[in-house]
């Protein structure tokens, strides 16, 4: 068990240590048995976590419950937004505050407004873990992308990396960065058309990697350890026909990637929509359903640790 544990609200990717983090993930790797095997573990027994998901998911909602009760906790599903007492008016601020007083010993949160996962830890006694906030930041996602390059490169220092779609409205690829900032002599390479480019808010927090803004990725592809696509958040776009315009001005196939003397390892962090054509499931370095169980045990590791148990 790692000695560094991490604790309280999870907020940020900025949050975390190097030690940290390579303590989390030797702790998720050490949990893939359990999971393969189908155990069920009772380390967690008697608490409770509280998935309030505001915003639609898929995987990290899935993902934290089946990690809590794999651990042994019980989970209360908040359900839809639209099933909720927000449809008669209330705010957030006084759902968070009631939801805290039943008394969950996690709260997991995604929440449509950058900034609210801040602001309901400021509210709530229990620790809350950021599981999307607007285009702001995933860190949870963030650390499993982190622990899927570690796991299947062996390392995360000195790799190259490409960030590839909407870095302006993505949550993922900031989160991720600042994860990554934390390691040495990492290059990234954000690939966006001029309209999605990363956030400056974002770069100017980045102290230790490399980086540099490109709009198309042939040239440095061959480059790269890793290629990390995203779909556009079209929910987040002001303007429709601004999403309509950009919409398939960027997607890798089967047949663009064959153009390549060397494919790097493709991640995603899902859903995708037509910026990763299924024909490149078939390659080996396809790695992103694998990204995707990979959440199954970093989730584990971080809620044993924010649990202490
Ligand atoms: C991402 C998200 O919600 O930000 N999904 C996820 O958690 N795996 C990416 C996305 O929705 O594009």
């Known amino acids: ?33 359990v999971f393969s095997a189908r155990k069920r573990l009772d380390d967690a027994r008697g608490r409770i976590i ?40 209330e705010t957030f601020e006084d759902t968070m505050r009631m939801i805290d007083d039943y008394g969950p010993d996690v709260i997991v949160l995604r929440q449509r407004v950058s900034g609210n996962a801040a602001r309901a830890a400021d509210i709530c006694d229990a620790p809350v873990i950021n599981a999307g906030d607007g285009s702001n930041e995933h860190p949870t996602q963030a650390l499993l992308d982190t622990f899927t390059i570690r796991e299947l490169m062996g390392k995360v220092d000195g790799l190259t990396i490409g960030m590839m779609g909407d870095l302006r409205y ?74 309509d315009a950009l919409k398939g001005s960027y997607s890798i196939t089967l047949d663009y990637l064959r153009k390549f003397k060397k494919v790097p390892i493709i991640m995603h962090p899902l859903p995708r929509i037509d910026e ?34």
Request: charged letters at 25%.
């Open 1 to 33: 068990m790692s000695t560094d544990r991490i604790k309280g609200d999870i907020i940020s990717g900025k949050q975390f240590t190097r030690g940290q983090m390579e303590g989390l993930f030797d702790d998720a790797s050490a949990l893939k048995s």
């Open 50 to 89: 509280a998935t309030v998901f505001m915003e639609p998911s898929t995987r990290t909602r899935l993902s934290f419950q089946f990690a809590g009760v794999t651990i042994g906790a019980s989970v209360i599903d908040f359900g839809s937004s639209d099933m909720s007492s927000i449809v008669k008016g």
């Open 170 to 243: 993505g949550r993922t690829t900031s989160s991720l960065s600042y994860v990554l900032d934390k390691f040495d002599d990492i290059t990234v390479y954000y690939i966006a058309p001029q309209e999605l480019k990363m956030r400056e808010e974002v770069t100017a927090q980045l102290r230790n990697l490399r980086y540099k803004s490109i709009t198309r990725p042939d040239d440095i592809m061959e480059d790269l350890d890793v290629l990390y696509v995203t779909r556009l958040q079209k929910e987040r776009f002001t303007d429709p026909s601004q999403y």
């Open 276 to 309: 990763l054509s299924v024909d490149v499931d078939a390659l080996p370095q396809a790695k992103y359903f694998e990204e995707a169980r990979n959440g199954l045990y970093v989730r584990a590791a971080l809620l044993k640790q924010i649990l202490n148990v």
